[in-house]
């Protein structure tokens, strides 16, 4: 009897293990496949230039692109793979502590938000990875707290709010658990691992933490009364809208008698609350709150009766969401006027045309020696880290345009005397470029993807700098 008793339970574990080794394939298969984001590239560019900081964010993407790069060399999977190998293994230590391995592993690996931003080459997926991993660790509790306090650090490093987590964990243990050194040894570790990105904020006039509270907290344009609402409508857009019922639940019916139950809770609801506050501070960002949905899918993993039912539907249709919204980036499924799945075309086919005027006939991309290297200008920081992960070309912002970006914090070569200026199309003379320059002749770039959908358009703008 206990045998039969406990082999269906054992065929769930296997049944989960097996799902999460078979989303791990499929999300390294899409992730060598889909060209990079502007964002991701955008990254990538950072970690040409080595620091412990950055202007945009702190440094653990930069890092994760560069050692991708040179185990894999310059292709989408480097600068993904590791966060993708990383949130796997969070999933995988979190999976002794939920009663339903299965939906804990729907949930964090196939919630739309969670799916992507794992599978993105972007500073979430770290953040992500992180987050998962100092929670389990602080599930297990004793010297495990000095790990856990390390994978804490490594979250702060990869977005500044990833400093929450270990914290959190801290104010959710039991008294016993206080009077021990392992929890306060973790939090000294923690210490060691930030300080010396600290240590760059602080002689780089905490740039990242200024640039992070002007575009949120203290932005110059707040949404008063209607962040909190928008907040609420986008999550309840992105996670479906049965998993946005089952969340508040599952933050209700958590036990405060237990311990896991507990620090699930406290690693969740607090922050977002904490985004939902700062909402009405500064426009909110949809994916901003994604870590919370960490500890309440482990909450709805550890749930029962029709909570547990409504879990399990919302994770089922979250992963299926995120299944036919990948299958409509390779394959359309229908025909949008806006398609989100052609930004992952959007940079070939950029570089396709300006490979044509920026380059000499017949160099694919640059190398040293070719001329007119320093030709490209853009009005933003996402066309021209395209064109450098395309071309090669070291394409960079010209002065006064778009907003400030970590490229405002590198040495400006002279693009030369014919610069190539390029920008989202449309009419008149580019306004943010050094009066030097005058327009010669504008190209409408209005391509197509591999998959037939619209991208761009842009203006191929070509510049001759006026004789004194």
Same mark, same amino acid.
């Given at each position: 009897?206990?045998?039969?008793?406990?082999?269906?339970?054992?065929?769930?574990?296997?049944?989960?293990?097996?799902? *999460?080794?078979?989303?791990?394939?499929?999300?390294?298969?899409?992730?060598?496949?889909?060209?990079?984001?502007?964002?991701?590239?955008?990254?990538?560019?950072?970690?040409?230039?080595?620091?412990?900081?950055?202007?945009?964010?702190?440094?653990?993407?930069?890092?994760?692109?560069?050692?991708?790069?040179?185990?894999?060399?310059?292709?989408?999977?480097?600068?993904?793979?590791?966060?993708?190998? *990383?949130?796997?293994?969070?999933?995988?230590?979190?999976?002794?502590?939920? #009663?339903?391995?299965?939906?804990?592993?729907?949930?964090?690996?196939?919630?739309?938000?969670?799916?992507?931003?794992?599978?993105?080459?972007?500073?979430?997926?770290?953040?992500?990875?992180?987050?998962?991993?100092?929670?389990?660790?602080?599930?297990?509790?004793?010297?495990?707290?000095?790990?856990?306090?390390?994978?804490?650090?490594?979250?702060?490093?990869? #977005?500044?709010?990833?400093?929450?987590?270990?914290?959190?964990?801290?104010?959710?243990?039991?008294?016993?658990?206080?009077?021990?050194?392992?929890?306060?040894?973790?939090?000294?570790?923690?210490?060691?691992?930030?300080?010396?990105?600290?240590?760059? *904020?602080?002689?780089?006039?905490?740039?990242?933490?200024?640039?992070?509270?002007?575009?949120?907290?203290?932005?110059?344009?707040?949404?008063?009364?209607?962040?909190? *609402?928008?907040?609420?409508?986008?999550?309840?857009?992105?996670?479906?809208?049965?998993?946005?019922?089952?969340?508040?639940?599952?933050?209700?019916?958590?036990? #405060?008698?237990?311990?896991?139950?507990?620090?699930?809770?406290?690693?969740?609801?607090?922050?977002?609350?904490?985004?939902?506050?700062?909402?009405?501070?500064?426009?909110?960002?949809?994916?901003?709150?994604?870590?919370?949905?960490?500890?309440?899918?482990?909450?709805?993993?550890?749930?029962?009766?029709?909570?547990?039912?409504?879990?399990?539907?919302?994770?089922?249709?979250?992963?299926?969401?995120?299944?036919?919204?990948?299958?409509?980036?390779?394959?359309?499924?229908?025909?949008?006027?806006?398609?989100?799945?052609?930004?992952?075309?959007?940079?070939?086919?950029?570089?396709?045309?300006?490979?044509?005027?920026?380059?000499?006939?017949?160099?694919?991309?640059?190398?040293?020696?070719?001329?007119?290297?320093?030709?490209?200008?853009?009005?933003?920081?996402?066309?021209?880290?395209?064109?450098?992960?395309?071309?090669?070309?070291?394409?960079?912002?010209?002065?006064?345009?778009?907003?400030?970006?970590?490229?405002?914090?590198?040495?400006?070569?002279?693009?030369?005397?014919?610069?190539?200026?390029?920008?989202?199309?449309?009419?008149?003379?580019?306004?943010?470029?050094?009066?030097?320059?005058?327009?010669?002749?504008?190209?409408?770039?209005?391509?197509?993807?591999?998959?037939?959908?619209?991208?761009?358009?842009?203006?191929?703008?070509?510049?001759?700098?006026?004789?004194?």
């Amino acid at each position: 009897m206990l045998r039969l008793a406990w082999y269906p339970v054992a065929v769930r574990r296997d049944l989960a293990t097996i799902g *999460l080794l078979s989303a791990l394939i499929l999300r390294l298969l899409l992730a060598a496949r889909w060209d990079p984001l502007a964002d991701e590239a955008y990254h990538w560019v950072w970690s040409l230039h080595p620091a412990l900081g950055y202007y945009d964010q702190p440094p653990m993407v930069a890092w994760g692109d560069a050692l991708g790069e040179l185990l894999l060399g310059h292709r989408p999977l480097a600068i993904r793979a590791g966060g993708v190998l *990383l949130g796997t293994a969070a999933v995988l230590l979190l999976l002794p502590y939920a #009663k339903d391995r299965g939906l804990l592993v729907r949930w964090l690996i196939g919630l739309p938000p969670l799916a992507f931003l794992g599978t993105l080459g972007v500073p979430d997926a770290w953040l992500l990875g992180w987050w998962g991993l100092t929670l389990a660790l602080a599930l297990r509790g004793g010297r495990a707290w000095v790990a856990a306090g390390v994978a804490g650090g490594l979250a702060a490093l990869s #977005k500044h709010d990833g400093v929450l987590v270990y914290p959190l964990c801290l104010a959710a243990m039991g008294a016993d658990e206080r009077r021990t050194r392992w929890p306060w040894l973790g939090l000294a570790a923690l210490g060691v691992v930030v300080a010396p990105h600290v240590g760059w *904020l602080a002689t780089h006039d905490w740039v990242t933490v200024r640039f992070q509270l002007e575009e949120g907290l203290l932005s110059p344009r707040p949404p008063g009364a209607w962040g909190p *609402l928008r907040v609420l409508v986008d999550q309840t857009a992105l996670l479906g809208p049965l998993a946005a019922v089952a969340v508040p639940l599952a933050w209700w019916s958590a036990r #405060k008698g237990d311990r896991t139950d507990r620090i699930a809770l406290a690693t969740s609801l607090p922050v977002f609350l904490a985004f939902l506050l700062a909402s009405v501070g500064g426009p909110p960002e949809a994916h901003w709150p994604a870590p919370a949905w960490i500890g309440a899918g482990l909450l709805l993993s550890r749930s029962g009766g029709r909570l547990w039912r409504l879990g399990a539907l919302a994770s089922w249709l979250g992963a299926f969401t995120a299944l036919a919204l990948a299958a409509h980036v390779e394959h359309p499924l229908a025909h949008l006027p806006v398609d989100p799945g052609a930004r992952f075309g959007e940079g070939r086919a950029l570089a396709d045309g300006v490979a044509m005027r920026a380059l000499p006939l017949g160099v694919a991309a640059w190398e040293p020696g070719v001329e007119r290297v320093d030709r490209v200008l853009t009005e933003r920081y996402q066309e021209a880290s395209l064109v450098h992960w395309h071309l090669g070309v070291p394409a960079r912002v010209a002065e006064g345009c778009g907003r400030r970006s970590q490229q405002d914090l590198w040495e400006r070569p002279d693009p030369g005397p014919e610069p190539l200026f390029v920008r989202p199309s449309r009419g008149g003379p580019p306004g943010c470029v050094v009066p030097p320059y005058r327009m010669v002749e504008v190209q409408r770039l209005n391509p197509v993807d591999a998959r037939e959908r619209r991208v761009g358009p842009w203006d191929l703008i070509e510049l001759r700098l006026d004789p004194p």
